[in-house]
Antibody, heavy 121, light 107 residues
Framework: EVQLVESGGGLVQPGGSLRLSCAAS????????MTWVRQAPGKGLEWVAN????????YYVDSVKGRFTISRDNGKNSLFLQMNSLRAEDTAVYYC??????????????WGQGTLVTVSS | DIQMTQSPSSLSASVGDRVTITCRAS??????LNWYQQKPGKAPKLLIY???SLQSGVPSRFSGSGSGTDFTLTISSLQPEDFATYYC?????????FGQGTKLEIK
């Protein structure tokens, strides 16, 4: 059974930093792209970033470029999101998700339960 | 970035109704379109990928169609457990944007 468990969320002041982690199990982590998606309170889903299997390519939504860094440790089956210079608008539940590739198609086949990040003074 | 626009934003329907939700992309995305269902307090769940392929374990009353810029998600006969929020997502190019969501409520 695929399991994704996020951790590291919490309350942080504007301008502060936080590092989210996602522990993966039940599939070959090193063979899958991984993605972070967030959801502000009462709002829709926002794709944040993804990372290639070997970490060689990373993509970000414009609103987090230069502030957030996605990374992974395939030896520990873990995905990370380093978040710096946090703003109130970064307040959200952050989900990690497995990006499954089927031919040329890709989709988020498995999701964690999410971890809440609150940016407030 | 590719913009995804869903309509309607909310919808009231009854058990047994046939429901259609529309998603439009700001440029052609071929069939690189996925649909997710989200219930309150829960993570999203994949329903449809590649515009029309049903994810394993998803009931056959769910179906997807479309290509290019216009897509639809259809629920043939609404069940009580289907009342949720539905999102489309394009996977044609990064960032892989989502629609704003369609909240399906009980009439």
């Amino acid at each position: 059974e695929v399991q994704l468990v996020e951790s590291g969320g919490g309350l942080v002041q504007p301008g502060g930093s936080l590092r989210l982690s996602c522990a993966a199990s039940g599939f070959t982590f090193s063979s899958n792209l991984m993605t972070w998606v967030r959801q502000a309170p009462g709002k829709g889903l926002e794709w944040v970033a993804n990372i290639k299997q070997d970490g060689s390519e990373k993509y970000y939504v414009d609103s987090v470029k230069g502030r957030f860094t996605i990374s992974r440790d395939n030896g520990k089956n873990s995905l990370f999101l380093q978040m710096n210079s946090l703003r109130a608008e970064d307040t959200a539940v952050y989900y990690c998700a497995r990006e499954y590739i089927w031919g040329s198609y890709r989709f988020l086949s498995s999701w964690g339960q999410g971890t809440l990040v609150t940016v407030s003074s | 970035d590719i913009q995804m626009t869903q309509s309607p934003s909310s919808l009231s329907a009854s058990v047994g109704d046939r429901v259609t939700i529309t998603c439009r992309a700001s440029q052609s995305i071929s069939s690189y379109l996925n649909w997710y269902q989200q219930k309150p307090g829960k993570a999203p769940k994949l329903l449809i990928y590649a515009a029309s392929s049903l994810q394993s374990g998803v009931p056959s009353r769910f179906s997807g169609s479309g290509s290019g810029t216009d897509f639809t998600l259809t629920i043939s006969s609404l069940q009580p457990e289907d009342f949720a929020t539905y999102y489309c997502q394009q996977s044609y190019s990064s960032p892989q944007t989502f629609g704003q969501g369609t909240k399906l409520e009980i009439k």
